[in-house]
């Protein structure tokens, strides 16, 4: 079973929809969780860190559930330039695992 | 947010040649690097993590003697891919972590993208 899982997608948004993206990860130890975003051939980028209080940034959400080991990325009001593919990451002791990256095509 | 940089971005090789890869933390001292490679379309493999002053840790199914890694300071750690094939040919990212006041965040350097011909 993989470390980290993510439905690959694409997500196809009309500009201005709220979308949604779930990761699932194994290792119940996990001790901190990312969101990246990657662009077209491009390097990740923070995106945002995932606590378990939940946390938020503009029009980005970000819930962690430890008891049923996911996390989410909520993105409202999309725009053009959220189109992009998003990492989950999970941090097992100084461990990152990747997921596969959700792509999300935003369009007009 | 941390700087991290990466040299060359784009290299193109002969078949047997090695190439070295920099990556460098620019703001701050990165107790962690790691080095991953991305293939097209695919997410990202990490290959080994490298802590200043001590050997790599390399994931298992990489060659520590292929893709030697030295890490020599706080602020650089170095990939070489020892007598390169197509094969090889590949996006590799280094990133670094240690940014005091993070929560063990990973900064991400632009990239390598290597071509073995």
């Known amino acids: 079973r993989k470390e980290v899982e993510q439905d690959p997608g694409p997500f196809n948004v009309p500009e201005g929809a709220t979308v949604a993206f779930n990761c699932t990860y194994s290792?119940?130890?996990?001790?901190?969780f990312f969101w990246y975003r990657q662009d077209c051939r491009k390097e990740p980028k923070l995106l945002m860190s995932v606590y378990s209080s939940g946390n938020e940034d503009g029009r980005f959400t970000a819930q962690l559930n430890r008891a049923s080991q996911y996390i989410s990325l909520l993105i409202r009001d999309s725009k053009l330039s959220d189109s992009a593919t998003y990492l989950c990451v999970v941090n097992n002791f100084n461990k990152f695992y990747f997921g596969s990256g959700t792509k999300l095509n935003v369009k007009p | 947010g941390a700087v991290v940089s990466q040299h060359p971005s784009r290299v193109i090789c002969k078949s047997g040649t090695s190439v070295k890869i920099e990556c460098r933390s620019l703001?701050?001292?990165?107790?962690?690097m790691f080095w991953y490679r991305q293939f097209p379309k695919k997410s990202l493999m990490l290959m080994a993590t490298s802590n200043e002053g001590s050997k790599a840790t390399y994931e298992q199914g990489v060659e520590k003697d292929k893709f030697l890694i030295n890490h020599a300071s706080l602020t650089l750690s170095t990939l070489t891919v020892t007598s390169a094939h197509p094969e090889d040919s590949s996006f590799y990212i280094c990133?670094?972590?240690?940014?005091?006041?993070?929560?063990?965040?990973?900064?991400f350097g632009p990239g390598t993208r290597l071509t073995v011909l």
């Open positions: 290792n119940s130890a996990s001790q901190s």
């Open positions: 990133s670094a972590s240690g940014l005091a006041g993070t929560n063990n965040e990973q900064f």
């Open positions: 703001d701050f001292q990165a107790t962690t």
